[in-house]
């Protein structure tokens, strides 16, 4: 199957770490990869800021190059980026050129760690990491994207690997896009609380499916000198990989993506 | 206390919020607590999703059809006996009510808990006139107005911020004499509230639900003082929001359990109160009985994009799971609707000027509008107070304002963006920081900024920043040499 790798301007500035092990993770699955250069942002920064109108010409891009490519699916490294092209048909219900091109779009787009898991079937990647770690787990991801366990369900068989749980996992890490820069000093006392209680699991890696969370948080380990290893699902995923390792699931109910936050939990 | 509790800027009221450790800990504990109780008390109910669907139905029906429902209840209560005024302003509610204590001349006012009446400013209204005593009788509205009308910092828990000494300390001024423990204090406040229900003449409350179809209030308290308000005093005048209604007794009791859950965890309160005016066969109850029907700015959500503001049944839970909320407290927000909703509806009921500030103090992370009993979309109507301001009314004119403009444009356009993969590690040499991060994986080629300029300081001034990779290193370049790689 073709996978169109949906970038994110956070990875392709900063991480192309992520971006590696995705699609080499994805490549041992048997996926064909292809990256559409001109795909730049999903909007949220714009559109979260309340400037919708610049959003537009945002998100007509972001369609128009995902969709050049002429890919089965599209796999993004970040739940948060996933949701919001998840959105571009409530977005542009309206728009009578983008409407069903954006439907067309949140249909076949997923996270990576769900496409992992629902679509490929994958139970365990063949990972090995001898740590351990604890998952942040993102508010997009969990409340928009509505995926809870994917992830929770790949690291529970990368060998060596010993989760932690972490203390206060329902709260927001503090990072909100442009949150963080334009109400730093309530995002610092969010991203605070998040490394203590990172710090109070005592685990050597943090893990998450959201880079941009991940840059949060590592962030302010950094700035206070506390030390730690972030890495991205994907590079857990592709840590040490033995082939013989890989075994599937057999869960035919597994459906995809899906849901909103509205029916997911309580 | 009218709507807006401080007039503080925004910045100066975080500042202070940051320094109250103890309310910033009293927050963060209840929000636990609250965490494990809420959500337990809806499992137990079972199908939460769908009673959820069913709470925002019947608020959903009651809104779309409101003054129908506002006519047949108002039928229903003069049919009863009693009196209902519709009142446009805060201003118009409270003089209204000021008049019925002249006219009937009643001097001894109790009220139970209600925040509409703080969103009238209403205990001063009647302190304003001679020899009026005037008894808030829900423990914690007690207690701010012995320490001279504080501001409440939650619209369930008016004295989050207030710690057992500090509770000490203002009872002594009315004589108290004990120790600070809770329950010594409550029997304390107890015997003293006693006294005046004895005595009351006039009777103040608020309203959960209005029942149509007879013209019942509807009232949940955990204390019972709303009963005794209801049922001493000769006369009885309920403030209620002009969208507070539901149709029947069912819609009444399905909304109550799903209140009493959402708001304190538990399976129903220790009271839930269904009252009018006496009737003939009644042995008690209030002989007056005024029902003050508020628009106070609510209509403006009327048949608009903010319209699902008024399905807010006021349980609280949306401030019970937020990290903003964390961390600020109600003293942040500066308005008597604290937390996301009070976010969503202080700028509807007041406008931007006044609390402009609030819808942009969200990171979105959606805790609020998933915990909603009756499902408002209250991240997204945060989104939209902010399109209102940008999009719409343009009123953010600082350099801020430009450089979104400026990353829409960059987000926008293919060109510009891969000029920005081009340039960034080499522009950005000057700025960064040398010395190997604490952190592994994180700033991976060669350094990371400690300053950065711009929106982009906000970022700095507390956390550092990865250094872009080279071009050459970009994840671009690396899959473009996989691809041909591959392809050879």
């Given at each position: 199957m073709k996978v169109a790798i949906f970038s994110t301007c956070i990875m392709d500035l900063l991480f192309p770490n992520v971006g590696i092990a995705m699609v080499e993770v994805l490549e041992r699955f048997g996926c064909e990869t292809a990256m559409p250069v001109k795909q730049i942002c999903c909007g949220q920064p714009t559109y979260n800021s309340g400037y919708i109108n610049d959003t537009q010409k945002v998100m007509h891009n972001e369609i128009d190059a995902l969709l050049s490519v002429d890919a089965d699916y599209i796999v993004g490294p970040a739940g948060s980026c996933v949701a919001m092209l998840k959105e571009y048909p409530h977005h542009l219900a309206n728009d009578p050129q983008y409407a069903d091109k954006a439907q067309m779009l949140a249909d076949k787009t997923y996270e990576f760690s769900q496409f992992v898991y629902r679509v490929l079937h994958v139970e365990n990647a063949g990972a090995e990491l001898n740590a351990t770690a604890t998952y942040h787990r993102s508010c997009h991801m969990t409340r928009?994207?509505?995926?809870?366990t994917s992830p929770f369900e790949l690291l529970k068989h990368v060998q060596g690997l010993t989760m932690i749980p972490l203390p206060h996992l329902e709260n927001c890490c503090g990072f909100g896009g442009m949150f963080s820069v334009k109400e730093p000093e309530i995002s610092r006392q969010m991203v605070d609380e998040k490394v203590d209680s990172v710090l109070s699991t005592e685990a050597e890696v943090l893990i998450s499916c959201d880079q941009a969370c991940l840059m949060n948080i590592a962030g302010r380990f950094n700035r206070r000198g506390e030390t730690i290893k972030i890495m991205h699902l994907a590079e857990v995923l592709n840590s040490n990989v033995d082939p013989s390792r890989i075994t599937y699931n057999t869960d035919a109910t597994l459906v995809a993506g899906g849901g909103t936050y509205a029916d997911q939990n309580i | 206390m009218p709507i807006k509790t401080s007039d503080q800027s925004f910045t100066t009221r975080l500042k202070e919020s940051e320094a109250d450790k103890f309310m910033q800990r009293a927050v963060a504990k209840a929000q636990d607590a609250q965490w494990d109780k809420r959500t337990s008390s809806r499992e137990d109910l079972g199908n939460w999703p769908q009673w959820r669907e069913l709470g925002e139905q019947i608020r959903q029906h009651v809104i779309r059809y409101l003054p129908d429902y506002l006519e047949r209840f108002s039928n229903n209560v003069e049919a009863r006996g009693g009196h209902v005024f519709f009142a446009s302003t805060d201003e118009e509610a409270s003089s209204y009510i000021q008049q019925i204590a002249v006219d009937l001349d009643a001097h001894h006012i109790v009220k139970s808990k209600s925040m509409v009446t703080t969103e009238i400013d209403l205990d001063k209204k009647l302190l304003e006139l001679p020899d009026r005593t005037l008894l808030e009788s829900d423990l914690a509205e007690f207690i701010l107005q012995e320490d001279d009308f504080d501001e409440p910092t939650?619209?369930?828990?008016?004295?989050?911020?207030?710690?057992r000494d500090q509770i000490q300390t203002i009872f002594q001024k009315i004589g108290y004499t004990g120790s600070n423990d809770p329950q010594e204090m409550a029997r304390f406040a107890r015997k003293y509230l006693r006294a005046s229900f004895l005595e009351a003449d006039m009777g103040i409350t608020g309203c959960n639900f209005a029942v149509a179809e007879n013209g019942l209030i509807n009232l949940v308290t955990n204390e019972g003082n709303a009963d005794l308000v209801m049922a001493i005093p000769k006369t009885q005048v309920v403030v209620m929001g002009m969208e507070r209604l539901v149709p029947t007794m069912q819609e009444a009791a399905v909304l109550d359990t799903m209140l009493a859950r959402s708001a304190v965890g538990q399976r129903m309160t220790s009271y839930a109160t269904f009252c009018g005016p006496a009737m003939p066969d009644e042995i008690d109850g209030p002989e007056n009985f005024y029902v003050v029907i508020l628009d106070n700015g609510r209509s403006n959500a009327l048949g608009g994009q903010f319209e699902q503001v008024l399905q807010c049944i006021r349980c609280g839970a949306c401030l019970n799971v937020c990290p903003v909320y964390r961390h600020i407290g109600g003293h942040g927000y500066g308005?008597?609707?604290?937390?996301p909703i009070g976010a969503v509806l202080s700028p509807v009921l007041r406008g931007y000027e006044l609390f402009g500030d609030l819808p942009f103090a969200s990171s979105l992370c959606g805790a609020c509008s998933e915990t909603c009993p009756v499902k408002i979309p209250l991240h997204e109507l945060l989104i939209k107070h902010r399109a209102v301001m940008n999009d719409r009314l343009k009123l953010d004119h600082s350099f801020n304002n430009t450089v979104m403009h400026g990353i829409g444009m960059a987000t926008g356009t293919p060109p510009m963006f891969r000029m920005a993969l081009d340039v960034d590690h080499a522009m950005s040499g000057a700025m960064v920081k040398h010395d190997a991060p604490t952190v592994e994986n994180f700033s991976n080629h060669n350094g990371y900024f400690i300053h950065a300029p711009g929106m982009a300081k906000g970022w700095t001034d507390s956390r550092d920043l990865p250094r872009p990779p080279k071009h050459k290193e970009n994840f671009r370049s690396w899959f473009k040499h996989h691809q041909e790689a591959s392809h050879d």
């Open positions: 928009l994207l509505g995926e809870r | 939650h619209i369930v828990f008016p004295t989050l911020h207030k710690n308005s008597i609707y604290p937390g």
